[in-house]
């Protein structure tokens, strides 16, 4: 057995950018088919499908808000007719809206719940609701298979992104919970927590002096690449983990290890 997921259908959210580009990367590379989700990143998506086509793979890109229920419904149903099935969600769409809490707007704490926690819930739900419909696939041995991106601050604090470590907070027993009640139909749900990976959302914080002070925080020396969390991804996703059932695989470089406390404490 290997990691290959030839024939299956993948779904990922926020693939326009970041994670989400590697990770939709690394799922075709397995041999899946992609649904390539992205919310303004138009470009950047059609040049991911046709990157993916160019290496003899299957893709197509569809737009949605993933805080939106019926944008959620719209994009399911156009994936699924598109590419016949969907048989692994990754719900991997998220934001930040950094503030101190005491200048924190109601606005951008609801953004960022809605788009990383309540666009999370949406995807999971839509792709459970897909998977039942789909009794009959007998390409892995789950029905099917959903991956949460989570992050280390779902259980690091994060002074300054309440609204965020909120969000991941809530991502790891919303996963759980959800893994917990699918599990008897063979859906597995599991999650990654990654630390810093290079990508825009932190662009700032590994660069120059903040990415010395970061590297401080990371026992193993270097900040992740995307490539990192797209091999969790596929092996999630693959009959490689199909005993592995409501976990979250943290991929960080030993950030959640409190590397403060080496010479300390
Ligand atoms: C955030 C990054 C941050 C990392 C480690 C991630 O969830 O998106 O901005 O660098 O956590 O703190």
Redesign the pocket.
């Known amino acids: 057995m290997d990691c290959r997921l030839d024939g299956q259908v993948a779904l990922v959210t926020g693939a326009s950018s970041g994670i989400g580009t590697g990770v939709a990367r690394g799922l075709a590379a397995a041999g899946a088919a992609v649904i390539v989700n992205y919310h303004s990143g138009r470009e950047p998506a059609e040049a991911l499908v046709a990157e993916i086509e160019g290496q003899g793979g299957r893709a197509v890109a569809v737009q949605a808000d993933v805080s939106d229920p019926d944008a959620v419904a719209a994009l399911f149903a156009r994936g699924a007719e598109a590419m016949g099935a969907i048989d692994i969600v990754v719900a991997n769409s998220g934001i930040?809206k950094d503030a101190p809490a005491t200048e924190l707007t109601v606005e951008d704490w609801r953004k960022v719940i809605d788009t990383n926690l309540t666009g999370q819930f949406l995807c999971a739900q839509a792709g459970i609701r897909q998977f039942l419909k789909q009794r009959d696939r007998k390409l892995s041995r789950a029905l099917g298979k959903i991956i949460h991106m989570s992050?280390?601050?779902e259980v690091i604090p994060?002074a300054g992104h309440v609204n965020y470590a909120a969000s991941?907070g809530g991502i790891a027993l919303m996963m759980r919970t959800l893994a917990q009640e699918m599990a008897g139909q063979r859906i597995r749900i599991n999650a990654i927590a990654?630390?810093?990976i290079a990508t825009r959302?932190?662009a700032e914080?590994v660069a120059g002096e903040a990415g010395k002070r970061?590297l401080e925080l990371i026992p193993y020396g270097r900040v992740g690449d995307v490539e990192d969390i797209a091999n969790a991804a596929v092996w999630l996703a693959s009959d490689m983990s199909d005993y592995v059932v409501g976990t979250t695989i943290t991929v960080d470089g030993g950030?959640c290890l409190y590397p403060g406390f080496r010479d300390n404490g």
């Open positions: 930040q992050s280390v601050h994060w991941k990654p630390g810093a959302i932190n914080n970061l950030m």
